[in-house]
Structures are given as C-alpha cells and as structure tokens.
C-alpha cells in the first residue's frame, strides 16, 4: 500500500503564481523528502526534512512537515515554465522492513 | 563528477528473451536499489541492497533478479518470467538515512 499520497495528481498554474503540492502518509517517519522527475529522466531529490523539524527552505522551496496530521507540503513560490514536472514525496519508516516508499506524485504545468 | 549511471538508455527485448540493465554508482554510497515506474504512475520497488553481497526482495520482485558483487555495481536482468516488462527502470543508490541520488533511467520496451 502507498505509504505517502500526494495530492493534487494534477496542478496546471500561470507561470509567477505559487504552486502547493501536498503529502499524506499513513505511518511513523524519520523524515520526508521530495523529489523532482522531469519527463522521461531520473528523480532528482530537492529537500530532506526530519521529523523533528517543522519547515525547510531552499531557493524558492517551501516545505513543511505536521506529523500530528501525518502531512507535508511543498511550496514553489513564483513558479517558472522550467517548473513543469512530477513531484513526488517519499517517506522513510522509522518501523521494521524496508523503508523508504514513494507516492504517485503531483503533476505541475506551469504556464509561459 | 560523482554520480550514477544506468544504461543502455532504451533497451528492446524480444519475447521469452532476458536482459541486463546496468547500474554503476562512484557516490561510495552503501544502498542501492531499482524501481520500476509505468507510465504516469510513481515508483514501486523491485530489489535493495544495503551492503556488498547481500540484496532484498522488494514489492514487486517476480521475474527479475540482481546481483551485488562491488560496491559500486547493482546490475538488474529481467528474466522471460516477467510477463510484462515495458517500462522505465530507475536505479538510486543512497548513504544511510538520507536522501537518494537516481540515474537517468532505462526504458524497456519488449517488441
């Protein structure tokens, strides 16, 4: 079963407005990371934040993390055309067997 | 440059026929693992390794098979017994508890 959920599936946006992704997982994590997939290519990995930690920034990257809620978000602020691409969350267990689990991710389309 | 590298970046594969994929990683990294990804859906995983000769069966193992002899190597074959292999394959390898570093994926295509 799918440990993390992104949601929307789909997110089509003008470029220059922000673009929020949003992370639902089921159960207890060490951390939370997001990654970028642009189309036909590898995952890129944009940003790790721990349990412990409640917002994370990089560039124009948002993200926060409520565990009492079981939920992150990723915020792109003032998105660009070279924005367009999957975002997905991952999760790392801190419970028994393999770990890490991937959501369907959220596609954005940004808009010139 | 330290990264990860798969290839061939599109393999065909005939029926009944198994293929290797490679993936080198020079990242020093312990894990390393392949993921299976169908069009527009996310990532399933199919073997992980954490360490030199010792390698685990992930959601979606049936038909493939790996082997972990170096560090820096985790080739996948998928086997005549996986019925539907079409897809793109990604590699990621990763230090212990953060995040991973992928390749640029194979695509696979049986024709």
């Known amino acids: 079963s799918q440990q993390g959920e992104e949601d929307p599936q789909a997110l089509s946006i003008q470029e220059g407005e922000n673009a929020t992704m949003n992370c639902s997982y089921k159960t207890s994590i060490n951390n939370l990371q997001w990654y970028r997939q642009n189309s036909g290519r590898g995952l890129v990995h944009l940003i790790l934040?721990?349990?412990?930690?409640r917002e994370k920034h990089s560039g124009r990257l948002r993200v926060t993390l409520d565990t009492s809620k079981k939920s992150s978000s990723l915020l792109i602020t003032a998105s660009r055309a070279a924005d367009t691409a999957s975002y997905f969350c991952?999760?790392?267990?801190?419970?028994?067997?393999?770990?890490?689990?991937f959501g369907a991710g959220t596609r954005l389309f940004v808009k010139a | 440059d330290g990264g990860i590298t798969q290839s061939p970046k599109y393999l065909f594969r005939k029926e009944g026929q198994n293929v290797t994929l490679s993936c080198e990683q020079n990242?020093?990294?312990?894990?390393m693992y392949w993921y299976r990804q169908d069009p527009g859906q996310g990532l399933r995983l199919i073997y992980y390794s954490q360490i030199v000769n010792d390698f685990q069966k992930g959601d979606i193992a049936e038909g493939y098979s790996v082997s972990r002899e170096k560090k820096e190597s985790f080739p996948l074959t998928v086997t005549s017994a996986q019925k539907n292999p079409t897809a793109f394959y990604l590699c990621?390898?990763?230090?212990?508890?953060?995040?991973?570093?992928f390749g640029s994926g194979t695509r696979l295509t049986v024709v």
């Open positions: 990242l020093n990294h312990d894990a």
């Open positions: 934040i721990r349990s412990n930690e």
């Open positions: 990621a390898s990763s230090p212990r508890g953060d995040g991973y570093t």
């Open positions: 991952a999760t790392d267990r801190n419970t028994g067997g393999f770990k890490t689990i």
